[in-house]
């Protein structure tokens, strides 16, 4: 049987991963960790999932693997207590707030043995996996540039430290470029090399500190365009936090994707609301597979830390690109 744990459940993922857990044959759900004792208190109730008194308690069980879902800032120590006791680790995305943090995170689960998984969730979409197969089946011809989005409501409501600098890194640009640079980077088999960013504050300025709008524009080493809409621009009352689109202009066409689109839309008066219940493939649940069967098989996952690191790096070239008001380089071995 295999043990998997949860390492806080600071990220609103957790709550789904749980579940994903449950619901793998063969696997067993040991419990979570988290050093917000009410919050863990909270989630151990609301799950009916053993709640252990410390991180280090929760290692001294012996689990196979960990899902890390802290806040960003806060991976590192939690990955680098897991690489230390053997345990191997899905961590939350992004990886870390800064480049050293993240370097240092990839490092440790490689010098001690352990995989490294990243949790970008699109890799395992039903309807992504469609498209890169087309695409690399060369079904699609060559693509010319791509527009791609991934907007949401702000998640104040959901969890507030996302719109605290210094627990998340910053804001929509932190949160939402991550997907997408790994997306395009993985239907596009290259590597970014130019970044440029316009970031505001337009939207919500009066309840947040941290950037609420942004537009990304990327080059890659192919000669491939992309844009990337990360903004927090739907309404707070939203049926849902986020949503991802991708269009792939091709010499023989236009390709349309909306990774969220298998859903019904229910509305209720009392209570009220609106929201909506996902009919179609569980791309999180067939991404917390992957890390299981992985562990098994005592392989790569298909999406590694490395992986993670590159979305990294774009995502706080942005950043950069945006206070300079001008492109930042990217080199394709992953430097400057």
């Not at 151990?44 to 806040?71: R, T």
């Not at 897991?82 to 480049?99: R, Y």
């Not at 197969?133 to 998640?155: F, K, V």
């Not at 504050?201 to 080493?221: D, K």
Request: with cysteine.
């Amino acid at each position: 049987m295999m043990k998997i744990g949860i390492m806080s459940f600071a990220h609103l993922h957790a709550e789904a991963y749980i579940r994903n857990l449950r619901q793998l044959p063969g696997v067993e759900m040991i419990g979570l960790a988290d050093d917000d004792a009410a919050r863990g208190r909270h989630f151990a109730a609301e799950f009916a999932a053993p709640l252990f008194p410390s991180y280090e308690a929760l290692l001294d069980a012996k689990p196979d693997g960990v899902i890390v879902c802290s806040e960003n800032a806060n991976h590192l120590p939690l990955v680098q207590l897991a690489a230390a006791a053997g345990v191997h680790v899905l961590s939350e995305k992004p990886l870390a707030t800064n480049l050293a943090d993240g370097r240092a995170l990839v490092d440790a689960c490689h010098d001690a043995g352990v995989i490294l998984m990243t949790a970008f969730p699109m890799r395992f979409s039903a309807t992504l996996r469609q498209v890169k197969a087309r695409l690399d089946a060369g079904d699609l011809g060559q693509i010319y540039c791509c527009n791609t989005t991934n907007q949401g409501r702000m998640p104040i409501n959901e969890r507030a430290w996302f719109v605290d600098k210094k627990l998340a890194g910053g804001g929509a640009v932190m949160d939402h470029t991550v997907h997408l640079a790994d997306a395009l980077r993985w239907c596009l088999r290259s590597e970014v090399v130019e970044v440029y960013a316009q970031i505001n504050h337009i939207l919500h300025a009066e309840r947040v500190e941290v950037e609420t709008g942004g537009l990304i524009m990327l080059t890659f080493a192919n000669g491939v365009f992309a844009s990337i809409d990360c903004s927090w621009s739907k309404p707070l009352n939203y049926p849902t936090w986020g949503g991802l689109t991708m269009e792939l202009i091709s010499d023989r066409g236009l390709t349309v994707i909306d990774a969220f689109s298998q859903n019904l839309t229910l509305f209720q008066q009392q209570p009220p609301v609106n929201r909506w219940l996902p009919w179609g493939s569980d791309a999180n649940r067939a991404m917390v597979a992957e890390f299981v069967a992985a562990i098994r098989e005592q392989r790569e996952t298909a999406v590694t830390g490395e992986d993670g690191y590159r979305a990294l790096q774009i995502t706080l070239a942005a950043y950069e690109s945006a206070a300079l008001g001008q492109p930042v380089r990217l080199s394709v071995n992953g430097g400057r």
